[in-house]
């Protein structure tokens, strides 16, 4: 059971209400999220870290984001920390998972959530909310490893990762595969997928979703699947 006080938060975040999809991309508020896990199974391996910045009215909230760490007691090392970098004794520093859980939870309040491959950290972060807080997230979601490729289908990177879409726009990570570093250059992807969305008529979230989908549709019946 939840202590009061992390009870209170989170029924406080359930009464938040979700951006409409219809909200213009001048108004909405995205929020780009990022999470460290110990592999790459999102129904078995467990969550170490999440990291999320916003995007309002356009612009890039860099000096707002979101970065916490999981306290796990007597963590064992991991292959995964080759990649991200999470040595066990920064695990045992870190913040309960209740807590971190609901702490992201009110950062993100009820925006779209924006990732790239966003089922993987989708999944990672539902399980955990529902295990650690009982809590169903209900926020929409935009997977920027569909949208880019619809609104770029003449680059040919359909089945390229994050890395080959960041180098063919001259985007430089400051910090690759931790969490808040990962989300903020996700970010700077996500700018340059809005002008192009909006130079082609694309005025809100639905568009942006809807231009994900057909693409993600297509792309599957002619056999063609978004690589890791």
Sequence with gaps: MLAADLGARVEGWRR????GEGTPLEQARFVLV????????PRRDRLIAIGAVSLSALRLEVGQGFEVVLREDSPAAD??????????GERERGAPPAEALVGFLEYAGRSPLVAFHAPFDRAVLERAA????????S???LDLAWLAPALYPSLGLEREGLDRWLERFGLKPHVRH?????ALITGELFLVL?????AAGVRDLAGLRRL?????RVSQTAGGLVGA
């Design 139 to 141: 926020n929409a979601w």
């Design 79 to 88: 292959p995964a920390v080759l990649i991200h970098g999470i040595a066990p």
């Design 34 to 41: 990022d999470v460290e896990t110990t592999g790459l199974d």
């Design 178 to 182: 931790r969490a808040l570093g990962d």
């Design 194 to 198: 809005l002008a192009r969305a909006r």
């Design 130 to 137: 529902s295990t650690n807080l009982g809590v169903r997230m």
């Design 212 to 216: 994900a989908r057909v693409h993600e």
């Design 16 to 19: 938040l209400d979700a951006e």
